[in-house]
């Protein structure tokens, strides 16, 4: 049964096209084709690796809520509800493809992941007469390991989150033949090989924003993060460094709206940084199972438009299945399909103790209303022992003990010494 009805589908998706189509237009008149693209080594990083995350335009620094964020903002792992684990595949352009495995966890507020991806496309060598010499592939790996943490994380304020990706890339090139001899070299693709150390840091900002609806979940979220900060530390050649902003905006319960720019950075000549791209996508919950999203990314002289779905398989098996169309990167349009599988296993047991919770401080009210205030304490107590951040608790403890105090008060007067 649907969330909403389909008249509300439509108009949802109607004001998400028009703001689309409105950006677009309005990025268009702006933007100017540089002469600083592709200055930068290790361009698969700027690749997705598909999924929801690429459904909404890549547009996803600013809310980052299941496990793409790896390659968007490093501070989300600390923010997840559930342990997740995730298979990727992108099929790109020219018989290349990126394939992604990841996994996530939460600790409390501490959050951790690793992630690994390649990206990989056929390399094949040919003599002067057409016969083959070599057939091989041409990779760019990375493996990423994540840190995070949410400082001051409360019942009304939901922290700080701040995190880090540690990031390591290897690049690969196969042996090819001598131009003189068509024998193959050995050690000749060694030598164009490349490895790169990179970092990433990001920020994320969850709280409630003219919010029109009733959830204990913040309906806003802003993030920042600085990606791919690193060097090629063989040929010492820039990599494809990017600062983001961006934030996330859920009108209502189904629906969010995403926005994100971002500003590539050439840390070996600021002057010839990559121009900025923006990218909005929009995500519509039409069922407790089902959600579709769409997307905009501006980046190049042309853009790039996605369309995606999401289906819960079981309640702990999702699908995500995204369809780009892109002009960015050519003059003829290019149709690419990515696929992504995601696992849930659960949240350590934080519902089962947060129910706990809530049960103590309901049966605690209770109490404080039958005028029985040494019960409510007792209850309000277990329930920050349980935790400890929990506002609704301190504020009913405080209560308790200042009737408490107000009623000794009036039994002292009333006393005759």
Not at 94 to 120: H, I, P, W
Not at 296 to 312: H, I, M, T, V
């Amino acid at each position: 049964m649907g969330l909403f009805s389909a008249r509300n589908i439509r108009k949802i998706l109607s004001f998400g096209a028009a703001l689309v189509l409105g950006t677009t237009l309005a990025f268009s008149d702006m933007y100017q084709e540089q002469d600083n693209e592709g200055l930068t080594v290790f361009r698969s990083l700027l690749i997705p690796s598909g999924g929801r995350s690429e459904s909404l335009g890549t547009a996803f620094t600013g809310l980052s809520d299941d496990i793409s964020f790896f390659e968007y903002n490093p501070a989300a792992s600390s923010l997840l509800k559930e342990t997740e684990a995730a298979a990727f595949h992108n099929r790109w352009i020219a018989d290349s493809a990126v394939e992604t495995l990841a996994f996530t966890q939460r600790n409390n507020d501490f959050g951790y992941g690793v992630m690994a991806k390649c990206f990989y496309v056929p390399f094949t060598e040919y003599d002067y007469f057409g016969q083959e010499l070599n057939t091989s592939y041409y990779t760019e790996s990375v493996a990423i390991l994540n840190l995070s943490y949410n400082f001051l994380h409360g019942y009304s304020f939901k922290g700080i989150a701040l995190g880090t990706n540690l990031k390591a890339a290897l690049r690969t090139v196969p042996d090819y033949a001598d131009d003189t001899t068509g024998i193959i070299t050995e050690g000749s693709g060694r030598s164009q090989s490349a490895v790169a150390l990179l970092a990433d840091a990001g920020m994320l900002l969850r709280f409630n924003f003219l919010k029109f609806y009733n959830s204990r979940e913040p309906n806003f979220s802003m993030g920042i993060a600085a990606v791919n900060f690193g060097t090629d530390t063989i040929n010492d050649e820039p990599l494809p460094s990017r600062i983001a902003v961006g934030a996330a905006y859920r009108v209502i319960q189904p629906a969010v709206l995403t926005f994100e720019f971002q500003q590539p950075v050439n840390l070996k000549n600021m002057a010839e940084s990559e121009h900025w791209a923006a990218g909005t996508g929009i995500e519509v919950q039409v069922t407790d199972f089902f959600s579709v999203q769409g997307g905009f990314l501006l980046k190049g002289a042309n853009p790039r438009f996605s369309l995606g779905a999401q289906y819960d398989i079981t309640s702990r098996v999702t699908m995500n299945v995204n369809y780009t169309y892109d002009i960015t990167s050519s003059l003829n349009p290019l149709n690419r399909v990515s696929l992504a599988l995601k696992t849930h296993l659960g949240d350590r047991g934080r519902a089962k103790v947060q129910e706990e919770v809530d049960t103590y401080y309901l049966l605690g009210i209770d109490y404080y209303t039958r005028g029985d205030l040494n019960m409510a304490i007792e209850l309000w107590q277990k329930a920050l022992m349980l935790n400890k951040r929990y506002d609704p608790v301190k504020i009913a403890l405080q209560a308790a003990e200042d009737t408490k105090r107000v009623e000794q008060m009036m039994l002292d007067l009333q006393r005759i010494d």
